[in-house]
């Protein structure tokens, strides 16, 4: 019983490690350009967007994006990421007013510290009712831009590239 208020208390107290103080790059306003390849017998799409990140604490980041979306219309986005010492992994949610479904990741950053594997499992792009793998890879060219490269895994075992996303910090 001792041991379980004590991690109860070292959950709730957590304090910021290396790895929260790297999500704080991510923090500020950006803008941003789409390109996705919705289906391979069309072209890719292009769009654009905003997307403001802030800080909740000094352990997560809530990212709140508005755009374009690929099909028409257009859509808000928010995005969640933090860093789970208990399990060593990032981890966040991703949500768009477009659908109905929260994506959860789970995470890392790779050896050099330079770019944020992002884990995750939701519907399969093809309808097929199914589920599919997917990973959201976000890296930084330096401090004022950065690229999020979305990937399905394929029923071939092969991971294909669907969607880049180039932000630049507003000056």
Avoid at 36 to 52: F, I, N, R, V
Avoid at 80 to 108: F, N
């Amino acid at each position: 019983m001792e041991t379980n208020t004590v991690q109860q208390e070292s959950m709730m107290n957590a304090q910021p490690q290396k790895e929260h103080q790297w999500l704080q790059k991510l923090v500020g306003e950006w803008t941003y350009e789409t390109e996705a390849l919705m289906s391979p017998d069309q072209p890719s799409e292009k769009t654009a967007g905003t997307e403001s990140v802030r800080s909740l604490g000094e352990l997560w980041i809530v990212a709140e994006g508005q755009g374009e979306m690929p099909c028409g219309g257009t859509a808000t986005t928010m995005m969640t990421i933090g860093y789970d010492s208990q399990k060593q992994r990032y981890v966040g949610t991703w949500v768009g007013s477009m659908m109905d479904y929260l994506w959860v990741y789970d995470g890392e950053l790779n050896a050099t510290e330079n770019t944020l594997t992002l884990c995750n499992e939701g519907p399969s792009m093809s309808g097929n009712g199914k589920m599919a793998k997917y990973k959201d890879v976000i890296g930084f060219k330096d401090d004022d831009h950065r690229v999020m490269t979305s990937y399905a895994l394929n029923d071939d075992g092969q991971w294909h590239q669907f969607m880049n996303v180039n932000y630049s910090r507003k000056k």
